[in-house]
């Protein structure tokens, strides 16, 4: 399972506005949500495609994170995979992004970070496998750029 920092980039929208968050939800369990599990399994999916070589779609019928890998979910992942192997560059898969000089907790884990150094460029793509829509135009994204 994958860690998160309660400081982390992806939650960084909700303490961004309102610094108080972090202590009020800390009285507040954990809670299992179907569609948060699912979209572990399918970075987890992307993760094990992109440093193994293979296709999303060889994984059809196995089980990341007590989820099981399925042709839907494989053939969105697939897109995502084909378009991380498609930007040039060196790539970081599952890279973990500290801002510790600011705060120990200010961190989070970019899905993936390539650096194009002939063109002095990063590309921070990220998988969304969601039931709610994201602006890659995020806060998230900042941090990770």
Request: contains cysteine; negative net charge; charged residues 20%.
């Amino acid at each position: 399972m994958t860690l998160h920092s309660i400081l982390g980039a992806s939650s960084l929208s909700i303490y961004g506005r309102c610094a108080g968050s972090v202590a009020a939800q800390k009285q507040f369990p954990d809670l299992y949500c179907y569609e948060a599990e699912e979209g572990t399994c399918a970075h987890e999916l992307g993760e094990v495609a992109l440093l193994s070589g293979l296709s999303p779609t060889d994984f059809i019928g196995y089980e990341f994170n007590n989820i099981e890998v399925t042709d839907t979910m494989a053939n969105y992942v697939t897109e995502y995979t084909n378009l991380i192997r498609s930007i040039p560059g060196e790539r970081h898969i599952e890279a973990r992004v500290s801002l510790a000089q600011v705060h120990p907790l200010l961190w989070g884990t970019a899905d993936a970070a390539i650096f194009d150094y002939d063109n002095a460029k990063l590309t921070v793509p990220d998988l969304k496998y969601g039931y709610v829509k994201v602006y890659a135009d995020s806060l998230q994204q900042k941090f990770y750029g």
